[in-house]
């Protein structure tokens, strides 16, 4: 689509690292205001952001390389190049996990609470983040020469095929997202409990990521089965690990 933005001299601007740093800065401007809400240091919550940030990134990227090692065997250099593309968001789930446990728990936060501060922005965040994958051509779909909505890629430096009507995966998720973060945002009224807004956005992600992934055309992220990602394979356990999360925090009603 547009997957530069623009260059200044030697200076190139890629409208993917752009819409990814808007997501994160409207996430984490988000979960600020609701912590203040809810008594929660906001600076803490700042820092936090921040060191969710870059776990994010680098398991991310980690992963996408791990799953995908060929491109960066001859250029290692190229694995730095995030501003292109190229991140799994369920590689920077693995690693934000642990360290957002660390960082809560040395700071007296409370987990399930200080998580479903977090819950909507991670939804908006990674709406915008999808957005991005979109105008860089990055995560794309299979071929779609039959409906109305199909996407062609035109631009040589995107990442996608070019010149073949393509399922537009990346909007297909970005929207789903959106879905969520107006659903977290509504259900945080009615919450009940601490935990339910993140379990919730588990849930719910985990349905989206599974439908999505039946229409993604891009080779090299692993597959279980033939006709069951690696994606999909963890999107059955995010799942599954929600619904037990979401009987066990009922259950006990916490308030940690």
Known sequence: MHPILFKLGPLTIHTYGVLVAIGFLVGLGLAIRQAKKEGLPSQKIMDLGFYILLASLIGS??????????????????????????????????????????????????????????????????????????????????????????????????LAPTNVPLH?????????????????????KYKSFNGQLFVAYMLFYAILRFIVEFFRGDPGRGYIMDNLSLSQGISILMFLGAVIGFLILRRGKTVS
Not at 68 to 91: M, R, T
Not at 169 to 188: D, P, S
Request: aromatic share 16%.
């Open 61 to 158: 990227r980690v992963f996408y390389v791990f799953v995908n090692p060929a491109p960066y065997i001859s250029n290692p250099l190229n694995i730095f190049k995030i501003w292109e593309g190229g991140l799994v968001f369920y590689g920077g789930v693995l690693l934000v996990m642990p360290v957002f446990v660390w960082y809560v728990k040395k700071h007296g936060l409370g987990i399930w609470r200080t998580a479903d501060v977090f819950a909507p922005s991670i939804a908006i965040g990674h709406a915008f983040g999808r957005i991005g994958c979109f105008v860089a051509g990055c995560c794309y779909g299979k071929i779609a020469e039959s409906i109305p909505w199909a996407v062609v890629f035109t631009k040589p430096e995107c």
């Open 168 to 188: 537009p995966t990346q909007l297909y998720e970005a929207v789903g997202e959106a879905i969520n973060f107006l659903i977290l945002i509504t259900l945080r």
